[in-house]
Nanobody
Framework: QVQLVESGGGLVQAGDSLRVSCAAS????????MGWFLQAPGKEREFVAA????????KYKDSVKGRFTISRDNAKNTVYLQMDSLKPEDTAVYYC?????????????????????WGQGTQVTVSS
């Protein structure tokens, strides 16, 4: 079992930056790919960014490329999502997820089905 807790969300203005964190407990995540997803009101949860177990590979949703950066600190069992140049359309609940079925894999999953463990989410609101 992997327990994930997101933090760092909040209310910011358009153009601001925000870093959300995902801390894992009960089990190390250092050997697994990790991802961030968002869910806006009334919409499906969708992929934002993912990172391989060693940080060597990353993938991003097209609309956040160049603005968002995913990173991880395996010593701290934590994954981060740095969000710069935020836009009102980035407003959503952000969830981190652990691809626990892909151990030491270079594959960076983008599908929700590849992630069996999820955090509770953190709200990010960007005002115009």
């Amino acid at each position: 079992q992997v327990q994930l807790v997101e933090s760092g969300g909040g209310l910011v203005q358009a153009g601001d930056s925000l870093r959300v964190s995902c801390a894992a407990s009960a089990r190390t995540i250092s050997s697994y790919g990790m991802g961030w997803f968002l869910q806006a009101p009334g919409k499906e949860r969708e992929f934002v960014a993912a990172i391989s177990w060693n940080g060597a590979s990353t993938k991003y949703k097209d609309s956040v490329k160049g603005r968002f950066t995913i990173s991880r600190d395996n010593a701290k069992n934590t994954v981060y999502l740095q969000m710069d140049s935020l836009k009102p359309e980035d407003t959503a609940v952000y969830y981190c997820a652990c691809a626990a079925g892909l151990r030491y894999s270079d594959y960076v999953p983008t599908r929700k089905d590849d992630y069996p463990y999820w955090g509770q989410g953190t709200q990010v609101t960007v005002s115009s």
